[in-house]
C-alpha cells in the first residue's frame, strides 16, 4: 500500500493545534519532571485566511518517541557537535588517518560513509559501528578506552524539533522492572558527553558486574535532558495516532500555520516551499489528566518509537482469556497471590529469552511453582544463555542450569520447577489447563495452572502509520518486524527509502542496543543539517561546505 494513499483518517474531535515554545505558559506533561517545560500543544487553529498563498511554517522535525533514541537526536539537534579531540589516537589506524584528514572539522559535517568503511562490529548499520567506534573504541575486546571525541554546542547549528512520547522521558525503560539488571554493561548504556559511571557516584550507585539496575538507566536518561537542557523540545503524555503526508495544494490543510519558536542564537527558517507536509495527528495529557486531541504538520518525521509496545501473540486457542498474560506487569500481583495462599497451582511462563528468565528468577525468589515451556533445546547455540559469558551474567546462568537439570526427563535440586525444552503451547481452556506438546514425540500433555505468562518477544505498534508500515518494510508483504523484517533505511541517513522525509531509528531498524542506535541519531542529524545548510559533501573523504 503507498503511503500516501488509501489511508482512512477520522477527523472526529481532530482539531489544529498551534505550536508553541513558551515555558511560562507551557503545561506539565509526563510526571518526574521530565517534562518541565514541554511544548504546550492546546492552542487554537490559525489561518492565513488565503488558500492561494498558504505561509505555512511548520515544525521542521517532529520525532514519535522518547527513549534513547529521541534523546541522543534532540541533543544533536539542539546543536551539540561531536569533535575529534586533539592529541586523541584511535587503536584502529586506518580510522585515525581518516580522522587526522579533517581534523577540526565535526564529525556531523564529514563524509559518513567514508569513515565507516571497513569497520566491523555487532551491527548491520555501518554508522552505527562507527559512532561507537568514536564512542567507545575497542569495546568488543573488553577493553575500557577514552572517547576519542569532544562535544561542542554551536547554536548556530540547532534545528528546531519536537519529540513526542506516551511516557515519561525515557521510553520504555520506565515500564521495565526497575530492580532487574540491564544486559549491557552499565557504560554502554550512556549517552554521548555524560558518563554514566560519574552520574551513579553523584547518586552513591554501584554497579553489579559492571551492569547497572533498568531503574537507574530510566532515572539516567531523565537526568542527561535535564543537564544538556532538552526538556523543553520534549512533550510526554501525548500519544500519537496516524502519521500521513498530505498535499499542501489541494485541501484545507493548506489554511493551518504552524510555527515553532527558537532559544536564542537559533536561526529563522523561512516558509515551507514543500508540496507536501508530514499531518502527525494524536492527543496529550494536560495537567488536569484531561485528553486533547492535537494535530500539527512537520517537514520531517523520525520514527523513534521502539520494540516494546505490542508484545508477540502465539496464536493458539484461549490465548485471549483472563489468566493469559503477554507481558511482566501482572507477575507482581500474582506472587503476592502466592503469599496469602490464593494460589497453589504454578504459573506457566513461556519463551527461550531474558524475560522469560527474568520471570523465572523472580517467581523462584517468590516460592512461586514454575513450568517453563520453550521451544529450542537446552544446549542449541541459539538459546541466548548459550551466547552469555558466566562470569558477567551468573542470574541467566543459574536459570540455564534449571533449564538444563529439572527437566522433564531428569530429577534435579530445584523444588517447585519443571523445564520442558522442544515444547509448544497448544491452547488454553476456560478452567485454567493447558495443552503442551513435546515437538519430538509429539505427546500431548496437560497441566492445571493458575496464571500463563507468554513472554516470547515483541512487535513495534505502528498503527499510525497507513497499513502500520508493512510499505516501507524490507519485505512489504511481511508485518514489520525489528529482527526478522525492519523499515527499510538509507544506511548512512536512516531516511526511508520508500518515503522521502520520513526517518527511523534504533529497533526499527535492527539497532536493538543503545550503543548501536545512537549512531543512528548521528546519521539522521547530518542528513537534516546537510539539507538545512544546502551542502555538496564531496565523496571521497575531503569535504565542502559553504
Known amino acids: 500500500m503507498s503511503f500516501r494513499k488509501n489511508h482512512v483518517l477520522s477527523e472526529a474531535g481532530s482539531e489544529h493545534f498551534l505550536f508553541k515554545q513558551d515555558c511560562e505558559t507551557a503545561s506539565f506533561i509526563g510526571k518526574n519532571g521530565d517534562c518541565a517545560c514541554a511544548p504546550e500543544l492546546g492552542k487554537t487553529m490559525e489561518e492565513t485566511g488565503s488558500s492561494s498563498s498558504p505561509g505555512i511554517s511548520p515544525i521542521p522535525v517532529v520525532v514519535i518517541g522518547n527513549g534513547p533514541s529521541a534523546i541522543c537526536l534532540s541533543y544533536l539537534l539542539s546543536g551539540y557537535r561531536p569533535y575529534f579531540k586533539e592529541s586523541s589516537i584511535h587503536p584502529n589506524p586506518i580510522l585515525q588517518r581518516k580522522l587526522e584528514q579533517n581534523r577540526g572539522i565535526s564529525i556531523i559535517e564529514q563524509d559518513l560513509e567514508y ?28 577493553v575500557s578506552l577514552e572517547s576519542v571525541l569532544t562535544w561542542r554546542r554551536e547554536p548556530d547549528h540547532y534545528i528546531p524539533h519536537l519529540v513526542l ?15 532487574m539488571f540491564t544486559l549491557s554493561l552499565g557504560d554502554w548504556m550512556e549517552l554521548p558527553d555524560l558518563p554514566f559511571r560519574d552520574w551513579m557516584r553523584l547518586k552513591r ?23 544538556k537542557g532538552l526538556q523543553g523540545r520534549f512533550a510526554c503524555g501525548t500519544v500519537v495516532t496516524s502519521v500521513r503526508r498530505v498535499s499542501l495544494d489541494s485541501s484545507a490543510e493548506s489554511q493551518v500555520n504552524v510555527s515553532a519558536d527558537r532559544p536564542a542564537g537559533a536561526r529563522v527558517f523561512r516558509h515551507s516551499t514543500s508540496t507536501s507536509l508530514f499531518e502527525v495527528i494524536g492527543s496529550s495529557k494536560s495537567k488536569d489528566g484531561s485528553e486533547k486531541a492535537f494535530r500539527i504538520f512537520a517537514e520531517k518525521v523520525v520514527l523513534a518509537t521502539g520494540m516494546y509496545d505490542s508484545p508477540a501473540w502465539l496464536g493458539v486457542d484461549g490465548e485471549e482469556l483472563p489468566f493469559v498474560h503477554h507481558t511482566t506487569s501482572e507477575l507482581d500481583r500474582t506472587l503476592k497471590e502466592w ?22 528468577i523472580a517467581a523462584h525468589h517468590g516460592n512461586v511453582s514454575v513450568i517453563h515451556v520453550f521451544r529450542r533445546g537446552v544446549n542449541d547455540p541459539g538459546l541466548i544463555f548459550n551466547q552469555l ?25 530445584y523444588e517447585g520447577y519443571l523445564s520442558l525444552p522442544k515444547h509448544r503451547m497448544l491452547a488454553f481452556t476456560p478452567d485454567r489447563k493447558c495443552i503442551i506438546e513435546d515437538l519430538m514425540s509429539a505427546e500431548k500433555k496437560v497441566f492445571n495452572v493458575s496464571k500463563a505468562f507468554i513472554l516470547i518477544g515483541s512487535n513495534p505498534n505502528l498503527t499510525l502509520l497507513p497499513d502500520c508500515g508493512r510499505s516501507l518494510a524490507i519485505n512489504p508483504e511481511l508485518a514489520v518486524n525489528s529482527k526478522r523484517n525492519p523499515l527499510d533505511v538509507d544506511c548512512y541517513t536512516y531516511e526511508c527509502v520508500q ?8 529497533p526499527l531498524v535492527g539497532d536493538h542496543f543503545v ?11 547530518r542528513s537534516l543539517l546537510k539539507e538545512r545548510q544546502g551542502a555538496q559533501f564531496q565523496t571521497d573523504g575531503q569535504l565542502l561546505i559553504s
Open 115 to 142: 569513515l565507516s568503511e571497513g569497520l566491523e562490529g555487532r551491527s548491520h548499520n555501518p554508522v552505527a559501528v562507527l559512532f561507537d567506534s568514536l564512542l567507545r573504541p575497542d569495546a568488543d575486546f573488553g
Open 205 to 227: 550507585r554501584c554497579l553489579r558486574n559492571d551492569r547497572a539496575m533498568t531503574s537507574d538507566i530510566a532515572s539516567y536518561y531523565q537526568h542527561y535532558a535535564r543537564v
Open 499 to 506: 518515503e522521502r522525509g520520513l526517518y527511523a531509528l534504533g
Open 389 to 413: 559469558p558466566k562470569v558477567m551474567y551468573p542470574e541467566y546462568h543459574k536459570v540455564h542450569q534449571m533449564m538444563i537439570q529439572q527437566s522433564c526427563t531428569t530429577t534435579g535440586p
Open 339 to 360: 503469599e496469602t495462599g490464593l494460589n497453589s497451582d504454578p504459573i506457566l511462563i513461556i519463551g527461550g529469552g531474558l524475560t522469560a528468565a527474568d520471570a523465572i
Open 515 to 525: 550503543r548501536f542506535l545512537q549512531g543512528g541519531a548521528l546519521a539522521v542529524a
Open 165 to 179: 512520547g506516551k511516557g515519561p522521558l525515557g521510553g520504555a525503560w520506565h515500564s521495565i522492572e526497575g530492580s
